[in-house]
């Protein structure tokens, strides 16, 4: 019996990473009956046949899964952001943040280009939230080993806006990176630019890593299963404050005697993240409850 990550699934088979090799896996007819999936990032269990083959037995219990991209087990989400072109909105930051939060992953905000224009206010607003931030340029340098410092030994995902330069940073953390996904990219017969499939990479410093799509197409389904009242947990500069309010079931968004609005007045909480928590509990507020329901398969 063996035990690994399933580092890449396509058409049917995956690839699974024991530590040492990359085994070729089918599924066993169980998961097809039992309605299972097995994802990119799943911790497996499988027994080797021949010649690097095997056949998958079971599904490890899962730390947390995203929808979009299919993925499992992130222990860290780096979302990667920009000050200079594209400047980066900070609800699309807020947006994924949430997400990540609400399964249990931790976030790491890498702000890029800061050779370009130092984004002092986002870096600010996402140290004081107490998020790791790091101000990092993938041309000069700047910042790239504390990044890699920060990573070593998890398994991250990263995501960010077209053009904040997710594959610049990849490859100053390491360059073979940009060969191992370039040879993928050929493989498949897509452009090196468009993700259409999840992959894991091991890097040297212990990290294992999986390059995403931009922030459009990241979970946003996710968002729709929230029920409202559960998003303020998702925001956690908000913590202290939750039991303070003035009446019970506070939606912290207009009402009176909430200390939420208290604390964003007084400069305890940036306004860029309160904004960002009352357009998404707007959002969510459009969903009715039978249609959330539904998406649950409830």
């Not at 222990?75 to 943040?97: N, Q």
């Not at 960010?160 to 060969?179: C, T």
């Not at 212990?206 to 929230?226: H, K, N, Q, Y």
Request: hydrophobic share 35%; aromatic share 8%; glycine share 10%.
């Amino acid at each position: 019996m063996g035990e690994g990550i399933i580092f890449k699934a396509l058409s049917g088979f995956y690839y699974v990473d024991d530590g040492q090799r990359l085994v070729t896996c089918r599924a066993r007819g169980k998961f097809r009956h039992k309605k299972e999936t097995p994802l990119v990032g799943d911790r497996v269990t499988f027994t080797p046949l021949e010649e690097g083959t095997g056949a998958l037995d079971a599904i490890l219990p899962r730390k947390n899964e995203f929808q979009r991209p299919a993925v499992a087990n992130i222990d860290l989400l780096v979302i990667i952001a920009s000050g200079a072109v594209p400047v980066t909105d900070p609800f699309l930051i807020d947006r994924v943040v949430s997400i990540a939060e609400g399964r249990g992953c931790e976030s790491l905000i890498c702000i890029n280009k800061w050779d370009l224009e130092p984004a002092e206010d986002l870096y600010e607003t996402y140290r004081k939230a107490g998020f790791a931030t790091f101000r990092v340029s993938a041309e000069t340098g700047e910042g790239v080993e504390a990044l890699g410092q920060a990573i070593a030994g998890k398994v991250c995902a990263f995501t960010g806006n077209s053009g904040v330069g997710k594959s610049s940073i990849l490859n100053a953390l390491e360059p073979d990176f940009g060969l191992a996904t370039g040879e993928v990219s050929d493989r498949l017969g897509r452009g090196r630019h468009t993700t259409r499939h999840v992959e894991l990479f091991r890097l040297k410093n212990g990290a294992i890593v999986a390059d995403t799509p931009g922030f459009s197409s990241f979970d946003t389904e996710g968002m729709e299963l929230r029920a409202p009242q559960e998003l303020q947990y998702t925001f956690r500069e908000f913590a202290p404050y939750l039991d303070q309010c003035r009446f019970q079931g506070c939606a912290h968004v207009k009402e009176k005697g909430c200390a939420v609005l208290e604390a964003v007045k007084a400069g305890a909480i940036p306004r860029s993240r309160h904004e960002s928590y009352v357009r998404l509990y707007q959002q969510a507020k459009e969903v009715p409850e039978w249609k959330r329901r539904q998406m649950r398969g409830e």
